[in-house]
């Protein structure tokens, strides 16, 4: 028993070494450093919570060794992120996001499978201003990607049975948890518009309206009596005379002009109202 645990050795040693590098993918709004910060932190509150991945510096030194810092290059082309993970050597990525929103950090991290070129699982959520990244909200992603990415256990040929001197193990069952996303949380809903504006203008244009008519009956009934009636003789006289015709005849002209103005007003007050409603 002790050779064939000599033999397995390498295999296990292997088996156990992480296959999954973190690094960025794509930053909007925050500068390198920031960035790279940022999938630092989160790599180490990842694997602090349990999560199988490549520490930081070997991470970094992978990386150098390609003569790059990232996988911003991509421009989240699959294709391009497939071959990233190849040349790192590792059979999963996770892709992090970082973007600045309003003073606030969006922070989005994608699992990708370097062999299928596709994504098996996502988180999100945002980072108020001011807000250090902490292990809390990656509590769920790190469980999950645990249960996903756990080594499988290592099966090898075993001598005969009567050579072996204990129970064989039975091969443990692995089952990956459920996949939550965590939104970025609703916008606001907008207050409804309110209408006392259009209210205010509406009555101002009828008040103005009101004017002009009773302008416009004062400057008729005035002209009238400049005009003068007719008498039995059918002529028409006026009882007023010269000057006061002359003077009556001055008011009717600027009433009547008044209440033009006055009709213009209120209806532009209402046209208001209306558009404004």
Excluded: Y
């Amino acid at each position: 028993m002790g050779s064939l645990f000599v033999a397995l050795l390498p295999t296990l040693l292997a088996a156990a070494e992480p296959t999954t590098l973190v690094v960025l993918s794509r930053r909007v709004s925050v500068t390198p450093a920031e960035a790279q910060a940022v999938v630092s932190q989160a790599t180490t509150l990842l694997l602090e919570a349990g999560a199988p991945l490549v520490e930081v510096a070997e991470a970094g030194q992978r990386l150098s060794k390609l003569g790059l810092k990232d996988a911003t290059t991509c421009n989240g082309k699959p294709v391009c992120h497939a071959e990233f993970g190849k040349q790192l050597k590792v059979s999963w990525l996770i892709l992090v996001s970082v973007s600045r929103v309003a003073g606030d950090r969006s922070l989005a991290l994608e699992l990708f499978e370097v062999a299928g070129r596709t994504v098996a699982d996502r988180e999100s959520f945002i980072l108020p201003k001011g807000t250090a990244l902490t292990r809390q909200p990656l509590e769920d992603f790190a469980g999950r990607l645990a249960a996903r990415l756990a080594p499988a256990p290592v099966t090898a040929e075993l001598p005969p049975d009567s050579q072996l001197k204990t129970d064989t193990p039975v091969k443990p069952a692995l089952t990956p948890g459920n996949t939550v996303t965590a939104l970025p949380p609703p916008l606001p809903t907008p207050e409804p518009k309110g209408h006392a504006p259009s209210f205010i203008l509406g009555g101002l244009g009828v008040a103005a309206l009101g004017a002009a008519v009773a302008l416009f009956v004062v400057g008729a009934n005035t002209q009238a009596q400049v005009q003068g009636t007719a008498g039995a003789d059918g002529r028409v006289r006026s009882t007023l005379t010269g000057s006061e015709a002359q003077a009556a005849a001055g008011a009717a002209s600027l009433q009547l002009g008044l209440g033009g103005a006055a009709a213009a007003v209120g209806v532009g007050l209402g046209t208001t109202a209306v558009v404004l409603w």
